[in-house]
């Protein structure tokens, strides 16, 4: 209400920039600068009920919440630790996964827009693997700077104003010579699409990587990216990385490994307590679906309500939790991918958050859950006997298992080519000592196409896995008795394993991939033991793959339809 020009305008606008720059205590409660600045001068698509109860969108100032006030806090932290007491040394960038719809691009548009409009001289990256992710968020940074413009003394005359850059100042005629004058500073997209070298060179104050779960090449492009950052050791500006979950696809990898080893690359690490299995691991930061869940309720046996979220933003996570897993059974009711994805959308921990649940016939969702609780508790891995297998002059007992504990069975993949990969023979169940129906073994190979693989610097793996499958229940039936994940220099060697884990358990029968298992069969010939393979089931083919023209003695072809 102060006329503009008087002396309370001035004091009010010289009070709001130190507020936006050193941030704001009310109660006792602290908020960063950049938060003051983006709930205060940042619009916001938001959810709006109007008059009538429709429910829509539009453009309004954020509201305050305690899923924000933690995160400007930590990103505060990062930023700038000697405001907190702490050496410069603990300066870093983050790497941050979350559940959808939480706001973040916003909030790394508002960031932007902060520096943008108190640093001179700053520079903000917003970088992403296709142009229209980057733009997204670039184009909410030019939205906030208009408002900015049209309503506030923060605003900034431009050199450059372009669809892809934005750059403050103005230009002086200095003796006959433009003279570029102001705050100087920058806001760009870069695209890395096939080229994650486009992010060297350019010295930034913030550099967000927009949807790092997207980006194919993002440990080459943050590598890239990273002495832009520092000055020497010292940070001088810091990456954000983030990634969405429903946005994780084939470049998913890097994000993850990223993510599970943040301080190997300089970024900030937390204790691992999203994960039941990884309470004494370090992780990125997560921000799950709970954090954030408004209009979810609960009304408990009394008949009170209880809402995940109160007027002042406080988050209660267990009401957010079970509105989320009834809506999860609700969900399970329909088709697995259906299932699949809107556990990604809305995931309660990172393994959530990079499933990838399309191109798979099996229940990803649950494996996960199983594949957590078997790394919570290594138990599992005391069940089996590791050791190799050994010829012998018995006839009845061709073959022996000789147990060697020093031996390491391989328990994760991918596998580096650094690494030994040789692995152990593990025994579950020796075959019965007395007679047993001859066709209770069964032998599934996943043979490997190469002696040596050149082309990865991850090994490709040979898996065996003997299991019951004969339906004779005073034996035991679909159980898994021995395993071997592994490789040799020479496919004839692992053909020995497979041969040898045959006459292991009464020549069970092996069926193995053929279209990239020719040796399996040639190595059989050879070792006059090729009856002990199964042949191809055409019958069985004939029901998924019409007029099949594909002829194979032994072993069965692998595509989407076989699996």
Not at 14 to 24: F, P, V
Not at 92 to 103: D, E, F, Q
Not at 250 to 278: H, K, V
Not at 518 to 540: N, T, W
């Amino acid at each position: 209400t102060s006329i503009p020009g008087s002396s309370q305008y001035h004091k009010y606008w010289k009070e709001q920039k130190d507020r936006c720059l050193n941030g704001y205590t009310v109660g006792g409660v602290y908020i960063t600068g950049e938060h003051y600045f983006y709930l205060n001068f940042c619009r916001i698509e938001k959810k709006v009920v109007k008059e009538d109860g429709r429910e829509t969108k539009e453009l309004g100032f954020p509201d305050f919440v305690s899923m924000d006030y933690y995160y400007f806090l930590e990103l505060e932290l990062c930023e700038n630790p000697v405001k907190f007491g702490r050496p410069t040394t603990e300066k870093k960038g983050i790497i941050l996964a979350k559940a959808r719809r939480k706001g973040f691009s916003f909030k790394n548009a508002a960031g932007a827009v902060w520096i943008y409009t108190f640093f001179k001289k700053s520079r903000v990256v917003i970088a992403a693997e296709i142009e229209d992710k980057a733009i997204n968020t670039f184009n909410m940074a030019k939205n906030m700077c208009n408002f900015l413009n049209e309503f506030t003394e923060f605003r900034h005359s431009t050199i450059k104003n372009t669809q892809t850059f934005i750059r403050s100042g103005s230009e002086e005629n200095i003796n006959g010579q433009n003279v570029e004058k102001g705050y100087l500073s920058e806001i760009k997209i870069l695209t890395l699409k096939d080229n994650p070298d486009k992010s060297a060179g350019l010295s930034c104050t913030r550099f967000i990587f927009e949807e790092g779960g997207l980006i194919n090449y993002l440990k080459k492009a943050y590598r890239f990216a990273e002495p832009t950052l520092r000055d020497g050791e010292t940070w001088i500006g810091i990456p954000i990385i983030f990634g969405t979950g429903g946005d994780m696809e084939g470049s998913t990898r890097d994000f993850a490994d990223m993510f599970d080893s943040p301080q190997d690359y300089g970024l900030a690490s937390y204790a691992n307590i999203y994960e039941e299995a990884e309470v004494n691991t370090r992780s990125g930061l997560f921000i799950d679906e709970m954090w954030f869940r408004p209009g979810a309720s609960y009304i408990d046996e009394k008949g009170k309500l209880h809402v995940s979220m109160d007027s002042n933003g406080n988050s209660y996570r267990w009401v957010a939790e079970l509105s989320l897993d009834q809506e999860r059974k609700v969900a399970s009711k329909g088709s697995k991918e259906d299932y699949d994805v809107s556990i990604t959308q809305k995931c309660k921990t990172p393994t959530e958050a990079f499933l990838k649940p399309e191109g798979n016939v099996f229940p990803v969702a649950l494996l996960k859950r199983v594949h957590s609780r078997l790394r919570m508790n290594s138990r599992y891995k005391n069940i089996g006997v590791p050791g190799r297998l050994e010829r012998t002059r018995e006839a009845k007992r061709p073959v022996k298992f000789i147990p060697d504990r020093s031996l390491e069975p391989i328990y994760s993949y991918p596998h580096k080519k650094s690494s030994n990969s040789e692995s152990a023979v593990v025994i579950y169940q020796s075959p019965p000592e007395t007679s047993y129906p001859s066709e209770m073994y069964k032998i599934g190979y996943d043979p490997v196409k190469f002696d040596v693989d050149n082309n990865s610097a991850y090994k490709s793996l040979a898996s065996l896995i003997v299991y019951k499958g004969y339906q004779k229940f005073d034996h035991g039936y679909d159980e898994i008795v021995a395993e071997y994940t592994g490789r040799f220099e020479s496919t004839d060697d692992i053909n020995e394993v497979a041969m040898m884990l045959s006459m292991y358990y009464g020549n069970a029968k092996i069926m193995h991939e053929n279209e990239i298992g020719k040796d399996v069969i040639a190595y059989f010939h050879r070792k006059g033991k090729v009856h002990l393979l199964e042949q191809q089931p055409d019958s069985a083919m004939g029901k998924v793959i019409k007029n099949s023209k594909v002829v194979r003695a032994y072993g069965a072809p692998m595509n989407d339809r076989m699996k």
